[in-house]
């Protein structure tokens, strides 16, 4: 079993950076692939961004690309988004959550995520 905690939401202008972390407790945490949802206002959860156990391998949604930035630190349980250049719709609650034990790499599919946090507010305003 694994617990996620996500923190560091909030609100920001247009423009501004916030980071995202996320700590996991429970099992070995560095076993796991990790990835970054989120779900905005009306919308359907989407993928954001995703790195593999050793963290060598990454991947991002198109909206986000070139804007945010995932990392992790196996020492600290810890997996980050770093989030610039924010716009009022990247606006939404996100989630971290930690890939089956069974696969080394990221994921964009939410169904290959087997543990979730309760998710973190970002609001991005014009």
């Known amino acids: 079993q694994v617990q996620l905690v996500e923190s560091g939401g909030g609100l920001v202008q247009a423009g501004g950076s916030l980071r995202l972390s996320c700590v996991a407790s429970g099992r070995t945490f560095s076993s796991y692939a990790m990835g970054w949802f989120r779900r905005a206002p009306g919308k359907e959860r989407d993928f954001v961004a995703t790195?593999?156990?050793?963290?060598?391998?990454?991947g991002y949604a198109d909206s986000v690309k070139g804007r945010f930035t995932i990392s992790r630190d196996n020492a600290k349980r810890t997996v980050y988004l770093q989030m610039n250049s924010l716009k009022p719709e990247d606006t939404a609650v996100y989630y971290c959550?930690?890939?089956?034990?069974?696969?080394?790499?990221?994921?964009?599919?939410?169904?290959?995520?087997?543990?979730w946090g309760q998710g973190t507010q970002v609001t991005v305003s014009s």
């Open positions: 959550a930690a890939r089956s034990s069974a696969y080394t790499l990221g994921s964009p599919y939410q169904s290959e995520y087997s543990y």
């Open positions: 790195i593999a156990w050793s963290g060598g391998s990454t």
